[in-house]
């Protein structure tokens, strides 16, 4: 079954620092569709790459590199979806895409590329984790109401993500359309086969973690996958730091939470890269 929802953090990234301490470029490489926010310092600097969520677009990137690159951190705002010359839907993303974002952060001469991280926000966020989990050269992560397993796309009735040609495993959906979206997420949850064949092999993660959830999550329960994640990482003895900050929030925060967020979000990188 396809996953129709609109994941949009609301307030979390808005009035972003107005510091002009850096600068802004077009990336040409490949198919990526991406700006670059270097800060103004003639040292190599580490770098984050910053995705969205389900809206798609590269807004949310650009956010995120509005407010991250004036604390000396690079930001590659990264659309993978619903931009010219990319994909349209969040369908069968290939996770190569994400790879090449990571190479040609590589080819830049001010980037320190021995320290990247990497940000997403819910579909963003269980993205983040999964490519964590899969490439090292990931050494810091931030997931916002994160998943702890891969999904359908939104418009088919696949895996929203690929790797080499082949889908990655993922849950569907269950109930109908007239069941509350939280509760179709938990009702499929409760598959323990098919979590076990979809979850992320998250202690294959090269650096800490910072979970942000939502404990009033009305799309699906990040709060408690979030908890789970938690506890696989302390069974599988996981020699990185994991901070788990939650909000008794809906899925999007609130205007309250969001400086709270934001500068944790800053706070983490600042110290992990």
Known sequence: ?????????ITLFSSVSSAQDFFVKEVRFKNIVANLYLPNTSEKVPVVIAIGGSEGGISTGDANGKMIAPHGIAVLGLAYFKEKGIA?????IPLEYFLSAIDYLETVSSIDS????????????????LLASMEPRIKSVVATTPSKVAWYGMT???????FNGKDIPALSLELDEKAPLLNRFEVALENKDNVANSLFSFEKINGPIL?????????WPSFQMSNEIEEYLKKHNFKHSVTHNAYPTGHGFSQETAPEIKQSIIDHFMRTL
Not at 156 to 162: D, F, N, R, V, Y
Not at 211 to 219: F, G, R
């Open 211 to 219: 979970l942000i959830s939502a404990k009033n999550d009305q799309v």
């Open 156 to 162: 088919t009735a696949k895996s929203a993500w690929t």
């Open 1 to 9: 079954m396809r996953i129709k929802f609109i994941f949009i953090l």
């Open 88 to 92: 349209q839907t969040l369908d069968q």
């Open 114 to 129: 021995s320290k990247i991280g990497f940000i997403g926000g819910s579909r963003g966020a269980e993205l983040a984790l």
